[in-house]
C-alpha cells in the first residue's frame, strides 16, 4: 500500500475511500485555555483523612469545594447546596468505597490527549448529579408523592450510581470486551453496573451490619432505621426493581445524569473547540455557548412535570414529561449532547490514546490468562488478581486509575515480553497512535470486510519489518492495528421518547411535536447522525 499523494495527509485506498490522516499526538499548541476550570479534577486534600468533617461548621461546604467550578452556573440556575443529611455525608466524606472515585477518571484519557483538559473524576460528576437530582426530586415532592424513604432513596440513587466504575472508566469496560469468546458483552467481572450493587452491599454492611462490627451501635435509633431503610430501597431501585418513574429520572434521554454531564462536559471541552479540525466540523457551529448551556438547564429542570394521562388521554401510571415551555432549550440539550460526545470527547486524539491503553490491557490480561506471568515482569499482585478477573469487593475497591499508570511504567522497565514493552514504552511517551479517517466523497465511509482485512495485514507486515523480526504478523495486528466504526444519531425515536405536555394540556412525542410546528432545529435533531470509521496504528505506519 503506498502513498499515491504526498504531503497531503489523503491516501487511496480502493474504490475511490480515501483515508485521511488525522493526529495522534498529544497536542502541545494551546497552553491557555480560555476556562480554567480550578477543582474539576475532584482531589481534595481535606477530605482524604476521616475525621477531617470536624474542622467544619456546615458540611453543606464540603458540596460548595468539592463543585467549586460549578457554584456560579449552579446559583444561575437556582440550585442552593444545601445541607445533607447524616447519609450523604457519611457516605461523601467518611466511607472509601465512594472516596475511591476520586482516582476514576470521568473523560478518561481526553487529558493525554489535551494537556489544557482538567481531570473531571466519577467523584465530582456523583456529586454534581446528586445536587441535580435533589433540586428536582424537591422541586416536584408534590406531584412525585413519594413517601419520605423513597423521595431520600431516589436523591440517594443520584450519589451512588456510578460506584462501580473501574480504572478509567467505560475504558476498561470495552478492553475487556473485545477478545474473541466474548461476544462483544461486558464480563460481569469488569461491568460497572454489577460492581455497583456488588459495592453497595458492602457499603451498606460497613454502614448498618452490627453482626460485622460489633462496635456499631448495637441497637439503631430511629433516625439510623431511617437510613437503613433509605440505603436499602435505594439498591432496590439501581437495581431496576422498581417502576418506570424512578428509571426515567435514573436513566432515559433526558435524566438527571445526562444533564449533570451536559453542564460538566460542556466545561471541560472549551479547550477542544481552539483545535483546527474542530472548527471546520460543520455541526459543532450548532453547539451552544457555555452561558446557553446554564440557561437550558435552568428551563429544562423547572419544567419536569408528572403526568398520568398518556396521548390519548388513557389514565397510566405517573411519568416525567417535560413542558413545551422548555422544548427550545431540550432540543438544544440533546443536540449539544451529541455534538459534545462525537465531535468533541471522542475526538480522534483522545480515541487514539484510549486505543493504546486498551491494547496494554489486553496484552497484559492475555500474558495473565495463558500462564505467562513470568512474562510480565514486576507486577503488583492486585493488578495480577484483577488481570485475572477473581479479584474481590475489597481488592476492587483498591484499583484506580493511579495504580494502573504506576504498574505501566513498572511494565516498560520490566516486561520480558516484546509486544507489552512496545506499547507501555509508547504509552508513558504519550507517543500515541494515528486515527485514518475512512471517507468518500468528503463524507465518512466504510471500508468494507475486505479492505479492513487488507490494511490489517499490511500494518502487520510492515511492524513485523520495522520492529518484531520473531513475532508472526496475525499477532501483530491483533495489537498494533484496530478499526473502529462509531454511528449514533441525538435522539432516539425508537425507544422511550421524551413526552411533552403543549399548553393547551396535549401530550406529544418529541418527535411529532417538531413535525407538528416545523421546528427546524428540531429537524436537525431528527435527521443528524453522526458517523465515523477509522484505522487507528501506530505513529511510524504510513497507510
Known sequence: MENKIKNTGKNSLLDGISIIKRNGNTDQKYTNPSTKPTNVEGHYPRF?????????????????????????????????????????????????????LKGISQVELLPFAFKQVPWFTRYTHSCLTFVFGEYVVNKLEKSLKFNPVDQEAIKLCFLIHDLGHGPFSHLTERAFKKPRGRGGKIPKEYDHEYWTIILLNELKDQLFDIKENPYLKKKLNESERFNLNVFSRAIKIISKEDNSLFTQLLSSQVDLDRLSNYLGDRLVVNAILEDDDVKNETMVKHLSSSTDVVDNLKRIMNNFCVLEKDENGNRCKPYMAIHEDAVSPLIHYLLDRHIIRYYLLKHYRREASNNLLEKILLRSQQLVRSNQIDLLGKTDLLIQTWLFGNH????????????????????????????????TLRFTAHNFFHAYSCEKNGKPFPPGKENVEKTKKYVAKEMKRKAFSNINEELLGEYYFTYDETTSKPYHVDKDEIMILTSNKKVKKLSKYIKDTKSELGELLLNSEFERYLFIVPTEINL
Open 392 to 423: 474481590t469487593e475489597a481488592e476492587f475497591v483498591e484499583m484506580d486509575d493511579q495504580l494502573l499508570f504506576n504498574q505501566i511504567r513498572k511494565w516498560g522497565k520490566n516486561t520480558k515480553d516484546e509486544i507489552l514493552r512496545d506499547l
Open 48 to 100: 482524604m483523612l476521616h475525621g477531617a468533617i470536624n474542622l467544619l461548621k456546615e458540611d453543606l461546604r464540603e458540596l460548595s469545594i468539592i463543585l467549586e467550578s460549578f457554584v456560579p452556573s449552579l446559583d444561575k440556575i437556582g440550585i442552593q447546596l444545601n445541607q445533607t443529611n447524616s447519609l450523604i455525608k457519611e457516605i461523601i466524606t467518611g466511607t472509601e468505597i465512594f472516596r475511591r
